[in-house]
């Protein structure tokens, strides 16, 4: 197994009375697709939420691993004045969302373009001025977004809205948007959420080929079974805000807590 890319240490989390995430640890592996599944209400999104700086937890932390040393996502959160998830988006982390949020009545390539402006450096005195530094970054920046259309099969749909691209698309367009930040960790939140069989299909091998063509690191929350089972190298379940079965899609499918948590019985039901 290569290096962790992402460690998650004891993490709590509490809105109030609701402890939503309890005392959960696991790590994410460079290079691979890691998947995060329970069943509604287990913890999930929150979990995702905490490591892509949109929470700080409540207790524990989360660790970015790098050469130059561990980035402290919550620290990153925190940090004043500066500090949010704009931050974490640039330390290498980048998701996409359970409800798709594009800007919809932006063209297809401003998208992505947007979403580069946000993780560049460059200021408005920069942009003003049409520095050469500027315009290098603005050309880089159209070159990424053609580059990653081009892989998510979306080259000819440049310039359509993005509102009006077909469903499956415009979850393309997401990974797209999250990919031209050049993440180190793509989140990906349900992406197989409102699609068709094919599309699917399509979303498992773009997913697959993102690892396998770009050496990318994937985390992902998915309630389609067949689909997590099929791409995952490394599976995390939560219950009720804690991690009850952690290893290979073989080693959690023939798990009981996991059987027992999806069917609603216990334990000792399952094994019975
Ligand atoms: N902002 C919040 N305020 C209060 N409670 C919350 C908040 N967000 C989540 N919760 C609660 O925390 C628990 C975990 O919710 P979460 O959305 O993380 O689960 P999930 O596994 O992603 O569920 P689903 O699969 O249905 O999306 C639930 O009991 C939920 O009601």
């Not at 989360?62 to 990153?76: C, P, R, W, Y």
Request: charged share 25%.
């Amino acid at each position: 197994m290569s290096a962790p890319i992402l460690e998650v240490q004891n993490v709590t989390m509490r809105f109030g009375g609701i402890v939503a995430n309890r005392n959960v640890s696991f790590s994410v592996e460079e290079g691979a697709i890691t998947a995060l599944i329970g069943p509604n209400g287990a913890g999930k999104t929150t979990m995702f939420n905490c490591i892509t700086g949109f929470y700080r937890a409540s207790e524990g932390r989360i660790l970015l691993k790098g050469d130059g040393g561990d980035e402290d996502i919550g620290d990153l959160v925190t940090r004043p004045i500066s500090g949010g998830s704009h931050l974490v988006t640039r330390a290498g982390i980048a998701r996409t969302f359970q409800n798709i949020r594009l800007f919809k009545e932006m063209s297809v390539v401003e998208n992505l373009l947007v979403a580069q402006h946000r993780a560049t450096r460059n200021g408005i005195l920069s942009g003003v001025l049409r520095t050469s530094a500027f315009r290098r970054a603005e050309r880089e920046a159209i070159d990424r977004a053609y580059y990653w259309l081009a892989q998510m099969g979306l080259v000819e749909d440049a310039n359509r809205l993005a509102g009006e691209l077909p469903y499956g698309r415009q979850r393309r367009l997401e990974i797209a948007r999250a990919m031209c930040t050049s993440p180190r960790l793509i989140c990906l939140d349900e992406p197989a959420a409102g699609l068709n069989p094919s599309e699917t299909r399509e979303l498992a091998q773009v997913i697959q080929r993102l690892c396998s063509d770009h050496d990318q690191t994937v985390l992902v929350i998915e309630h389609d079974m067949g689909l997590v089972m099929r791409i995952s190298d490394h599976i995390v379940v939560l219950d009720h805000g804690e991690v009850i079965s952690d290893g290979t899609p073989e080693h959690v499918a023939n798990d009981a807590a996991v059987v027992a948590a999806y069917l609603g019985v216990s334990e000792e039901e399952v094994q019975a």
